[in-house]
T-cell receptor, first 112, second 109 residues
Framework: NAGVMQNPRHLVRRRGQEARLRCSPM?????VYWYRQLPEEGLKFMVYLQKENIIDESGMPKERFSAEFPKEGPSILRIQQVVRGDSAAYFC??????????FGEGSWLTVV | KNEVEQSPQNLTAQEGEFITINCSYSVGISALHWLQQHPGGGIVSLFMLSSGKKKHGRLIATINIQEKHSSLHITASHPRDSAVYIC???????????FGTGTRLQVFP
């Protein structure tokens, strides 16, 4: 049973481009979470999704950020028109229930 | 003031020492997590606690619900334990994790 898979591990984008980060949860896990870790800061919750539903997006910036977890395929975190302040590590986690949680290796976004 | 506070922020130890990292929280929680992050690396979940004490190898985690406090202990520390240790709390009745700022541990041989 593979762990939580994130790709790409590293992504470089110019200001104004779009960034798409993908997360495949562990097999059988229906809960997906995205967290952001800004340089020299702690992790912050962004969004919680179940298949085809956004359950809690209270941590998502109001503009340019969106997330989905379609019926088939990975969860996608999409950042439009990236700015330098979006440079961060983005972690995905999945869970079969509310109890245990498994993190991916992270995707490091650098905006130049 | 953060809802989850960790101390110390930085910790250095000699190999073999007993290490304690503390976490206190000020909100209602359903679970408390201890996570490990190596530099530039992913995050590993070490423990999830809702009460009492858990042990895994040289790692022990405890939680006192009344005092809203948890500790992570490492016995017989080793240089490979060097990492950032993060306390995170699942807010009661939600699925949202609130994170402490982490404790950077360095264990020297």
């Amino acid at each position: 049973n593979a762990g939580v898979m994130q790709n790409p591990r590293h992504l470089v984008r110019r200001r104004g481009q779009e960034a798409r980060l993908r997360c495949s949860p562990m097999k059988g896990h229906s809960h997906v979470y995205w967290y952001r870790q800004l340089p020299e800061e702690g992790l912050k919750f962004m969004v919680y999704l179940q298949k085809e539903n956004i359950i809690d997006e209270s941590g998502m910036p109001k503009e340019r950020f969106s997330a989905e977890f379609p019926k088939e395929g990975p969860s996608i975190l999409r950042i439009q028109q990236v700015v330098r302040g979006d440079s961060a590590a983005y972690f995905c986690a999945s869970s079969p229930s509310r109890d245990t949680i498994y993190f991916g290796e992270g995707s490091w976004l650098t905006v130049v | 003031k953060n809802e989850v506070e960790q101390s110390p922020q930085n910790l250095t130890a000699q190999e073999g020492e007993f290490i304690t990292i503390n976490c206190s929280y000020s909100v209602g929680i359903s679970a408390l997590h201890w996570l490990q992050q190596h530099p530039g690396g992913g995050i590993v979940s070490l423990f999830m606690l809702s009460s009492g004490k858990k042990k895994h190898g040289r790692l022990i985690a405890t939680i006192n619900i009344q005092e809203k406090h948890s500790s992570l202990h490492i016995t017989a520390s080793h240089p490979r334990d060097s990492a950032v240790y993060i306390c995170a709390a699942t807010l009661f009745n939600t699925d949202k994790l609130i994170f402490g700022t982490g404790t950077r541990l360095q264990v020297f041989p």
